[in-house]
């Protein structure tokens, strides 16, 4: 009895420890002799380049601050972008970790990549390093755990390098998995984002698989669309973005897997040039250059500052058709003796009298405004006024006198519609069937009288 247990005991060891990850490879960065990398200083890079040991090869594609090996022992990332590409490996890969330098400054890297998609599904420490220059302890590591999906043998892993800092590299560890390898479950939507216009025939994305496993279908704004058990997708009433996603779990053949598909509805909003300004509705700033019409984006929601980038249309135009979906105007009010500029995020526009990016904050500032007889405006705040480009950038700033080759902006605004049935056109009339009184309310099919459907009015009797 007591043998048989001891024997049971050593084959469930045995099936433990063959499940168990072996580390297989080691790509050592700190004996630069057989890897022959540029030394002692930064080496940019306009396109990838190989790097092999004898053994391995891996590729380097450099960002800004390009790449080197350093004498103290280890490989230099240049921070933000830049890549390292390693080997395929002959065997199914469980598990990379990355060792940094000890004593380096932070620096982060995102998940591993196979191609654009993302496999790690675990990141252990968000930096290689403490931080910390004096920093004399071990080297930090970041551990890679691959999604059982992606663990087939001939992949080829990226690490890229998302940091304001540089990444410094000693050594990186290749694990291979000693355990059953399964399948991946292949989940995919035919399109990864729809861009649907209003009142225009909608093509449902198709769903594929290959696991055995049951697929959960779910979407987090049915309101805009919806998705059955099948994985057909359908319009909800609403505007707006919804992300659908498909789940399956792992089973005996095949890993378990995700796979999303984004919907965006909107419809289009028009902007007409304005000659006078009226309080508290939306405008569009716009330039026009070169026979060209360039129009003003907010900056990104995180901003305290910045110029204003634009979008551009070709033609001269009196007239634009912009997406629902970006909410590139600002809200012009009367605010003391002038104007204020507010953008989408309600951030006011004000300038520092320093520098001649835009200065975003929470209080209401009087910008003074002139209208002119070719359309543009002159508006100025704390001695700077608003001018497009320098003949060369396609950005707004101001500046206290006018710059060369710079043009004052115009303002396009928003035209909204007449009445209630225009606005259910333009902003809740999907190709779904669903009906609309006159009131705007939804009503069921037994319903008598003029109704909208499709965006269109029809009497039903």
Not at 254 to 261: E, N, P, Q
Not at 379 to 405: E, H, P, S, V
Request: include cysteine; charge should be neutral.
């Amino acid at each position: 009895m007591i043998k048989t247990l001891r024997f049971t005991l050593m084959a469930v060891m045995m099936l433990i420890c063959g499940a168990i990850s072996a580390q297989e490879v080691t790509l050592d960065f700190t004996d630069n002799s057989k890897w022959k990398l540029p030394e002692g200083s930064s080496k940019k890079l306009k396109e990838s380049k190989e790097f092999s040991n004898g053994t391995y090869t891996v590729v380097l594609t450099a960002a800004s601050s390009g790449y080197y090996f350093n004498s103290d022992g280890y490989l230099m990332l240049g921070k933000k972008d830049a890549t390292l590409t390693l080997p395929k490996f002959n065997f199914a890969v469980s598990k990379i970790e990355v060792i940094g330098h000890a004593g380096a400054s932070a620096s982060v890297l995102q998940n591993i990549f196979v191609g654009n998609v993302a496999v790690s599904t675990e990141t252990k420490g968000a930096a290689l390093d403490t931080g910390n220059p004096q920093s004399t302890g071990d080297a930090k590591t970041n551990t890679y755990e691959i999604n059982a999906a992606y663990q087939a043998a001939g992949n080829q892993y990226t690490l890229k390098v998302t940091s304001k800092h540089n990444t410094q590299i000693t050594k990186i560890l290749i694990y291979k998995q000693s355990g059953a390898v399964k399948e991946n479950p292949a989940l995919a939507f035919s399109v990864d984002k729809v861009n649907h216009e209003v009142g225009t025939d909608f093509t449902a994305p198709t769903f594929s698989k290959k696991t055995t496993a049951t697929v959960k279908f779910s979407s987090d704004n049915e309101a805009v669309a919806t998705v059955n058990a099948e994985g057909v997708i359908a319009l909800g009433t609403e505007e707006g973005k919804a992300v659908i996603t498909a789940e399956a779990a792992e089973n005996d053949k095949y890993a378990a897997g995700k796979a999303t598909c984004t919907i965006y509805v909107w419809h289009y909003v028009t902007y007409k040039k304005a000659t006078e300004i009226v309080s508290g509705e939306k405008y569009l700033i716009v330039a026009q250059r070169d026979g060209n019409t360039y129009y003003a984006m907010p900056q990104k929601e995180t901003a305290n500052f910045g110029y204003l980038n634009t979008q551009m249309k070709e033609g001269t135009l009196d007239e634009l058709k912009i997406e629902s979906s970006y909410d590139d105007n600002f809200v012009f009010a009367e605010f003391e003796d002038g104007y204020s500029i507010q953008d989408c995020y309600g951030r006011y526009l004000y300038m520092d009298g320093e520098h001649a990016s835009f200065q975003l904050g929470k209080e209401p500032v009087a910008w003074e405004l002139e209208a002119s007889d070719n359309g543009t405006f002159s508006l100025t705040n704390n001695g700077k006024f608003i001018q497009f480009g320098d003949g060369t950038y396609t950005t707004f700033g101001a500046y206290a006198k006018k710059m060369d080759k710079t043009v004052l902006p115009m303002l396009f605004k928003m035209v909204e519609g007449a009445t209630g049935i225009n606005n259910i056109q333009t902003t809740t009339a999907v190709k779904n069937n669903v009906m609309y009184n006159i009131a705007g309310q939804r009503v069921n099919k037994d319903y008598k009288g003029l109704v909208i459907m499709n965006g269109k009015k029809m009497m039903v009797k």
